[in-house]
């Protein structure tokens, strides 16, 4: 993993490096966001979501245009089990990453991985037993690019972009980045 002078690792990545290069996450799981995000997911009211995309949309534009780092060739969207997302309407984090791939000029691929068995509801569950919840639900159907990034709405013990990372990695991704909304604190 990579690091610049200027980016930030939290304590977890220091002790134990993720599958990712990067993250860009710019804000945190709690009061308005969480709120937001919510009745953005939840209750189909997209308007809640549209501030936080403009907002991560314009931080991604300010990196790429001044720092060093390349643009990802793909955005792949967190899968989601047919069942969940008949349930919801919609898959959020595949409609965030299409509204990323359309303001950043990067195509969005929905069909690299799915998820190969419903999990138990992460809410409630440590780190460890995420991780071990998670072993095994993905699965690489396409081939994957090198530069890539997975999008998400929120981030909250890194479990599962962390085996969703390893799956991507082990099928030939060389540089990933993951892109959320908002991170959970702590």
Not at 145 to 158: L, S, Y
Request: aromatic share 6%.
């Amino acid at each position: 993993m990579s690091h610049v002078a200027n980016e930030l690792a939290c304590g977890h990545c220091l002790i134990s490096p993720p599958p990712f290069d990067r993250s860009f996450i710019p804000w945190r799981y709690q009061y308005p966001v969480d709120g937001m995000i919510s009745r953005y997911k939840y209750n189909r009211q997209h308007k809640f979501a549209r501030p936080l995309i403009a907002g991560l949309t314009a931080h991604l534009e300010s990196t790429f245009r001044d720092q060093t780092h390349e643009k990802p060739q793909v955005l792949i969207p967190s899968p989601m089990i047919y069942a969940r997302r008949r349930e919801r309407g919609f898959n959020q984090a595949r409609d965030i990453a299409e509204r990323l791939g359309d303001a950043l000029d990067i195509p969005v691929d929905a069909g690299i991985v799915r998820r190969v068995r419903k999990v138990q509801a992460q809410r409630g569950l440590s780190r460890e037993a995420r991780l071990q919840n998670l072993r095994g639900v993905f699965e690489v159907c396409a081939k994957v690019p090198e530069r890539i990034a997975i999008v998400d709405d929120v981030v909250t013990t890194g479990a599962t972009v962390r085996i969703l990372a390893s799956a991507l990695q082990d099928a030939g991704a060389k540089e990933i980045q993951v892109w959320a909304l908002a991170r959970t604190p702590g």
